[in-house]
């Protein structure tokens, strides 16, 4: 019912920037909090940002200081960008929505496919 389509990732050199974008669709009355997510192999999964209502951010401390997280609450997207890339942050990049359907209905997790992110030394 609510997809999530990702962009941005592929082959970045250690020191370079990373963009990505993700665009939520289908059936959303609201988003309360978007962000981005990364697992890398063998690891779990963890937060790299969030943004939530009223535009509230939070960071990972391992990527404070070079990433930004910026939504477009017009056309439900969320951006990551994130500079001076580490040879160690190789990863599968994930976005995730918290949506509410319709007014008063609970708030549910969604997440996109993922997207590759290669960083090499």
């Known amino acids: 019912q609510v997809q999530l389509v990702e962009s941005g990732g592929g082959l970045v050199q250690a020191g370079g920037s990373l963009r990505l974008s993700c665009a939520a669709s289908g059936r959303i009355f609201s988003i309360n909090a978007m962000g981005w997510y990364r697992q890398a192999p063998g690891k779990q999964r963890e937060m790299v940002a969030a943004i939530r209502t009223g535009s509230r951010t939070e960071y990972a401390d391992s990527v404070k200081g070079r990433c930004t997280i910026a939504r477009d609450n017009a056309r439900n997207t969320v951006l990551l960008q994130m500079n001076s890339l580490k040879p160690e942050e190789p990863a599968v990049y994930y976005c995730?929505?918290?949506?509410?359907?319709?007014?008063?209905?609970?708030?549910?997790?969604?997440w996109g496919q993922g997207t590759q992110v290669t960083v090499s030394s």
């Open positions: 995730k929505a918290v949506v509410q359907y319709y007014s008063g209905s609970p708030s549910l997790s969604h």
